[in-house]
Each structure stands twice: as structure tokens, then as C-alpha cells.
Antibody, heavy 125, light 108 residues
Framework: QVQLQESGPGLVKPSETLSLTCTVS????????WSWIRQPPGKGLDWIGY???????NYNPSLQSRVTVSVDTSKNQFSLKLSSVTAADTAVYYC???????????????????WGQGTLVTVSS | EIVLTQSPDFQSVTPKEKVTITCRAS??????LHWYQQKPDQSPKLLIKYASQSISGVPSRFSGSGSGTDFTLTINSLEAEDAATYYC??????????FGQGTKVEIK
């Protein structure tokens, strides 16, 4: 059974960089697209981006200029960095694993099979 | 961007009643539509994958149907533990994965 655990500061000052890490245990790290998803208080789910074990990434265009998702396969971890944060970035941040959907020689993310418990990050001075 | 629109936004239902939630995509996504259940202060949980495929461990009262642009999540004989917010999610767009806005189901 795959388990995911987010870690990182729960409070970030405006204009600074939000940094979170997700540690994956209990499964094949190479078998999933590792994603970050956030949920502002009382609102719905927003996909931020994903990284594959190879290092290839894809980001939500609305955040692309501020976001970096990276992977450390030696530690079975992947990380999120979101720069120049504002109060609008206050949210519960989830890490999640999406299965691979392969066809025509290419693979892309499918459904989110595994989720971390989520961590609340508040942007405030 | 593929926009997913769920209806209704909120539903108040009595136990044992049947619940139907719809998800409409702004363009055809084949069967690359998935459903999740999120209870308060919990992370989302996968209910249905690829529009209609069941998930091990999920009660059989949950089912999904549809393809193209119109999809449905059905909960047969609602139980008190099904009080939650339900989200659809599309993985068809390689550029941007999106979620519906959510449907909150309350037990009367």
C-alpha cells in the first residue's frame, strides 16, 4: 500500500517561497505521476503540477511562472516550490500519485489513486 | 482548458434515497473521467475510475456512467456515511488536469 506524507512550514510570509516535500513509501516510485493539488479553505480542488520519476514535469498554466516541482528518486520524495506567494495561495496542499495511462507509445497521468493527508499552508505576515 | 461543470452544487437527501450527480465536460474527454469523495477534514478518496470502472473496497452502491461530455455518479440507497463532497476529475487534457467544482451531499 502506497503512503504519502507532506512536510514543510505551515506559515509563509507574503512574497516569499512556499516549499513542501512529499515522501512516498510502500510502492514503486517509478509507477506514478507525482502531483501537487491544493484546496483553498471552503473551496474546490486545483491541480498545481506533476513530476515523473524521470524528472519530466507539467504545470498548471495559471501557476507556471511561479511553480517548480522536482523529484529525488534516491529518497522517494518529490517537492513543490511556489514563489512570490500571496494570501490567495493559502490552502491545504495535497500530494498525490496518479496512475499511468499508456497508449501509442506514450504515457500520461490517469486518476489519482493515492493521496497524502494534506497540509495547511497559510500565507500571512 | 477543459471545464467540468457539476450539478447540483448541493443536495439534501434522506437515507436509502438514490442520488444522481452529473458532470459535464466542455469538450469530449472519452472516458477519462474519475470520481472522488471527500469528507470533512479528509483527503479525497477515489470512487470510480474511467467513467464507470469500480474501485476495490468501494461499496457497490456507488456507480458511474457516461462518455464524451456527459457523466453521472449514482449512489444507490444512500447511507449516513455518504455525507461528503463529490468531485469529478478529467485526465484527458495532457496540458491541464481539472476538477469539477464539487457537489455537497447532506443527509436529512
Amino acid at each position: 500500500q502506497v503512503q504519502l506524507q507532506e512536510s514543510g512550514p505551515g506559515l509563509v510570509k507574503p512574497s516569499e517561497t512556499l516549499s513542501l516535500t512529499c515522501t512516498v513509501s510502500g510502492g514503486s516510485f517509478n509507477s506514478y505521476f507525482w502531483s501537487w493539488i491544493r484546496q483553498p479553505p471552503g473551496k474546490g480542488l486545483d491541480w498545481i503540477g506533476y513530476v515523473y520519476y524521470s524528472g519530466s514535469t507539467n504545470y498548471n498554466p495559471s501557476l507556471q511562472s511561479r511553480v517548480t516541482v522536482s523529484v529525488d528518486t534516491s529518497k522517494n520524495q518529490f517537492s513543490l516550490k511556489l514563489s512570490s506567494v500571496t494570501a490567495a495561495d493559502t490552502a491545504v496542499y495535497y500530494c498525490a500519485g496518479a496512475t499511468k495511462y499508456c497508449g501509442g507509445g506514450n504515457c500520461s497521468p490517469g486518476y489519482f489513486e493515492y493521496w497524502g493527508q494534506g497540509t495547511l499552508v497559510t500565507v500571512s505576515s | 482548458e477543459i471545464v467540468l461543470t457539476q450539478s447540483p452544487d448541493f443536495q439534501s437527501v434522506t437515507p436509502k434515497e438514490k442520488v444522481t450527480i452529473t458532470c459535464r465536460a466542455s469538450q469530449s474527454i472519452g472516458s477519462r473521467l474519475h470520481w472522488y469523495q471527500q469528507k470533512p477534514d479528509q483527503s479525497p478518496k477515489l470512487l470510480i475510475k474511467y467513467a464507470s470502472q469500480s474501485i476495490s473496497g468501494v461499496p457497490s452502491r456507488f456507480s458511474g456512467s457516461g462518455s464524451g461530455t456527459d457523466f453521472t455518479l449514482t449512489i444507490n440507497s444512500l447511507e449516513a456515511e455518504d455525507a461528503a463532497t463529490y468531485y469529478c476529475h478529467q485526465s484527458s487534457s495532457l496540458r491541464l488536469m481539472t476538477f469539477g467544482q464539487g457537489t455537497k451531499v447532506e443527509i436529512k
